[in-house]
């Protein structure tokens, strides 16, 4: 089924958006994951007031021009698909490699976190970080 110009530009302007409205993404190569494991990823991932979005490369590329996500430009090629947080970064990093630990033929591409790029390695660090309601929980019960 050939996509119209109209659903382009629509697309487009969403990820022109998402891109615009968030400091951190992450790039997810998907290839070999079955729809059951990516519905179940996307819940996984929407849990954590995080966004999956399957993209297409060169309308990604357009998109974030312009961002600090202009760098990973270089890294949308193949089976690409963006996990965007706006919130919690860490919250987010500890499902995606969870998640990913269990799908052995998925693997991040590339990263930004907070507006800077990141190694896809450094995501497993990120993960191993307190999340924000874990870290407000232990400054409660210090105080």
């Known amino acids: ?48 007031g995080s966004r999956y979005i399957v993209v297409k490369n060169t309308l990604a590329k357009r998109a974030s021009a312009g961002t600090p996500f202009e760098a990973l430009s270089s890294h949308f090629i193949g ?8 919130t919690d970064p860490v919250a987010m990093a ?6 990913l630990k269990d799908l052995p033929s998925a693997s991040i591409k590339a990263a930004v976190v907070q507006g800077r790029v990141v190694p896809a390695a450094a995501m497993t660090d990120l993960a191993s ?6 870290l407000y929980a232990k400054l409660l019960y210090v105080l």
Do not use: C, H, N, W
Not at 94 to 99: D, I, N, Q
Not at 129 to 134: C, D
């Open 79 to 86: 089976q690409t698909a963006v996990v965007f947080t706006g």
């Open 94 to 99: 500890k499902t995606l490699t969870t998640a």
């Open 1 to 48: 089924m050939a996509v119209t110009r109209a659903e382009k530009e629509t697309e487009l302007q969403t990820l022109t958006a998402a891109f615009q409205g968030t400091d951190t993404a992450v790039l997810v190569d998907y290839r070999g994951v079955t729809v059951p494991q990516v519905t179940e990823l996307r819940q996984k991932i929407r849990a954590t």
């Open 129 to 134: 970080m307190p999340s924000k309601p874990e």
